[in-house]
């Protein structure tokens, strides 16, 4: 009886102390050691990577809102990518909804977000949403941007299975199997409204700028998955470099995403 006392005791003054202090801005968290927390000790500009944490409740929809729960159900076996990513791609791609050009995803793996966004896309019946990927696992690393991933990472080589995952929207999804940039030939014609970049890699990642952005109409949104992880500090450089001379500029997001909207002004690039 003590030691229940004792334990229900303990347990009452830990969610005191918890609450108590959650008032005031402050929590308990587990520390953590991924690649990411190895790697921020390391990249340029180390002392902006930082661990944000509210200082009270915010509305967090991808915790299970009916309205992301319908597009996200059954896409967390099939990514890495976290809830609170998929919902801002999800978001961003309904602004885009409205706009005239294509889909396209670069970095399929097993098509968790292709499966995403193809639920929102199904809404409308005149787009075609390309999907890129080699299958083979990330391309050949950059050693002097590359500081964690390497070649043949995220190797996932059934395309089949990606196809069984997207099998109720295959009448508008085009995959693309093959190495960027070569995989893009046959579509320098097309425009594209939303673009989500998921490749990791510095050279990858600045080829699917140079490619898409001259293709972007005005209005669309490009979306970088890894931009602030500092294990991917190669595709936060290839997109810094590349919209350095550019009237955009990628804007980071507190989910390590980072976006970049297409500005009327410089659609002189697309004609």
């Not at 009886?1 to 609450?19: E, H, N, P, Q, V």
């Not at 919209?243 to 500005?263: H, I, R």
Request: with cysteine; proline share 4%; aromatic share 14%.
């Amino acid at each position: 009886m003590i030691r229940k006392l004792r334990r229900k005791l303990g347990s009452s003054l830990a969610d005191f102390c918890t609450y108590y202090l959650a008032r005031r801005g402050y929590g308990f968290y587990k520390l953590k050691s991924t690649i990411d927390h190895a790697a921020a000790m390391t990249v340029k500009e180390s002392e902006y990577y930082t661990e944000w944490r509210t200082p009270c409740p915010l509305f967090s929809p991808w915790v299970g809102h009916p309205d992301f729960r319908r597009v996200y159900e059954g896409v967390k076996s099939l990514t890495v990518v976290s809830p609170e990513r998929c919902y801002m791609l999800a978001s961003l791609a309904r602004s885009a909804m409205k706009l005239n050009g294509n889909f396209a995803e670069c970095g399929v793996y097993k098509g968790g977000t292709a499966l995403l966004l193809a639920r929102v896309l199904e809404e409308t019946t005149d787009k075609k949403f390309y999907l890129f990927d080699s299958f083979e696992g990330l391309s050949k690393e950059n050693k002097e941007h590359d500081n964690c991933y390497r070649e043949g990472n995220y190797a996932f080589r059934s395309v089949e299975s990606v196809k069984q995952a997207l099998r109720d929207y295959e009448r508008f999804i085009d995959i693309r199997k093959g190495w960027i940039p070569e995989t893009f030939t046959g579509l320098e014609n097309e425009r594209d409204a939303f673009v989500h970049v998921d490749v990791d890699l510095y050279q990858a990642a600045l080829d699917c700028c140079e490619y898409f952005y001259p293709r972007l109409v005005a209005g669309s949104v490009m979306v970088f998955d890894d931009y602030g992880f500092p294990a991917c500090r190669g595709e936060k450089d290839a997109v810094d470099e590349f919209f350095e001379d550019k009237p955009e500029s990628p804007t980071a997001l507190l989910t390590g995403q980072a976006m970049v909207f297409k500005l009327p002004c410089s659609m002189k690039d697309a004609s």
